[in-house]
């Protein structure tokens, strides 16, 4: 039994339209609304945190109704069409509001704007959770760790094209004296890109044919549902292996607390402090994404070698001192250096060495029936702190400055370091796959 490698890379362009736009919104969207519309940091935090609150609800509503579907099209492939249809539509009304603001300073375009975005936030909501949920239909359950690696690749590829394009769009040259920039032609290219990404998608991925097919596989290779259905999965978890839980749910919270404020308000601190241009921002960015791609291996094979736990210590341990190495540079000088790019490659193997081992180690302590759960789990904690990161970090830039930002990354990372060291479970060492691809999976 072999994965189909075409087809998974194929299903792997819904993933990568969702995160080349995400990359956008997260990018753009803080610097409109503190450059354009003039809001504070910390009501602007308030906006940025919507998406998390929205995702809570609608990702569980929208997965839900997309299992219960049966459409001629499948059961995700609706979703998927009008949830990007709507989306790629509403993002490009977002600039137009924008630079109209600029010119005629309207309030009720302000208004318009933040209607646009929760009506953009609802699109986003409607396929997400469908179109992650495409690659387990469509792949045999023993080869879904190979899949998730590519589909995560092919997530990791559309946010470098982003940034890439940024770097080059909105270099210092080109932006440099400008007293408003127009970002019209940027959410024009991501919103090609989705279009793209998705028509590929549905001319070359028949769902309803491949739903036949899985079902034909599954009843002929029972042998292959690795799901124990045994008395003891009604059993509650052991006190120690709650405990440990517990911590972990705790540690993810507190490192996306940390790393989530950095990403969320970089572009805004670099172009506010150090005077750096869009795409000069993004190039750090770049870097360190390019950074975690590069680690993903290495990191695979260090956690067959030293465990799960080792190695997310380890990511956190590297990801505080960088965050505070990056403030240390502030006291000394004020503007960027080069050498900060070599810090935001370490940035990318921190946030490597603990993503790729999280949620194997919170799925481990579940039996195999509750892995559904138990990733649920995962998300919810995470979910949950990148809601209250922007808010409780905008209101720190605002109140006290934005020399904050690297402070409050480094501190909160820290912290999660010394709830790591009560997790006791969730660690065991398997033996090096075969397939390297297998190591890289990962979930953002």
């Known amino acids: 039994m072999k994965l189909n490698y075409k087809r998974t890379f194929l299903v792997g362009f819904a993933f990568l339209s969702i995160c080349a736009f995400w990359q956008l919104y997260d990018n753009i969207i803080p610097l409109i609304l503190l450059n354009t519309f003039g809001l504070t ?55 137009l509001l924008d ?27 409607l396929y997400r959770s469908p179109a992650v949920a495409l690659m387990p239909d469509v792949t045999p359950k023993p080869l879904r760790s190979k899949a998730n690696a590519i589909i995560n690749l092919m997530g990791a590829v559309g946010g470098i094209i982003y940034l890439i394009i940024t770097t080059f769009m909105y270099s210092s040259a080109k932006t440099e004296g400008l007293s408003h920039i127009d970002y019209r032609p940027l959410f024009i290219i991501v919103s090609v890109i989705m279009a793209v990404s998705v028509i590929l998608l549905m001319l070359t991925v028949k769902e309803k044919k491949i739903e036949r097919q899985m079902e034909e ?18 059993a509650a978890l052991p006190a120690a292996v709650k405990k440990s839980l517990i911590f972990l749910l705790f540690s993810i919270a507190l490192w996306f607390i940390g790393y989530n404020a950095v990403t969320t308000w970089f572009s805004t601190y670099a172009t506010t402090v150090w005077n750096m241009s869009l795409g000069s921002a993004n190039l750090c960015m770049t870097i360190a994404t390019a950074g975690a791609i590069i680690s993903y291996i290495p990191v695979g094979i260090i956690s067959s070698k030293i ?20 403030f240390v540079f502030t006291l000394i000088s004020e503007s960027f250096s080069f050498v900060l790019y070599i810090l935001f490659a ?40 990148q809601i209250l990161t922007p808010i409780l970090s905008g209101q720190l830039l605002k109140k006290v400055g934005f020399w904050t930002l690297f402070p409050y990354g480094a501190i909160f990372v820290a912290a999660a370091f ?17 397939d390297k691809l297998e190591m890289l999976n990962m979930e953002d």
């Open 307 to 326: 465990g799960r736990r080792r190695t997310i210590l380890f990511g956190v341990v590297l990801l505080a001192a960088c965050f505070a190495t990056a």
């Open 99 to 125: 630079n109209a603001y600029f010119t005629s300073n309207e309030k009720g375009l302000l208004i318009g704007f933040i209607i646009v975005l929760g009506m953009l936030l609802l699109s986003m909501g």
């Open 418 to 434: 010394f709830t790591m060291l009560s997790v006791r479970h969730g660690d065991n060492k398997p033996a090096l796959p075969e």
């Open 217 to 234: 596989y599954e009843k002929a290779h029972p042998e292959d549902d690795l799901t124990e259905q045994t008395e003891s999965d009604t």
């Open 41 to 95: 940091s910390d009501i602007s935090g308030y906006i940025m945190a919507a998406d998390n609150v929205l995702a809570m609800f609608l990702l569980p509503i929208f997965g839900s109704l997309s299992d219960k579907c049966t459409s001629k099209l499948g059961k995700r492939t609706p979703f998927i069409l009008t949830g990007t249809a709507l989306a790629v539509t509403l993002m490009n009304i977002l600039p």
């Open 346 to 385: 370490f940035v990318g193997l921190a946030w490597a060495a603990i993503n790729v081992n999280s949620l194997p180690m919170v799925v481990e302590m579940c039996k195999g029936s509750d892995i559904g759960k138990f990733t649920g789990y995962y998300y919810t904690f995470s979910m949950a702190a």
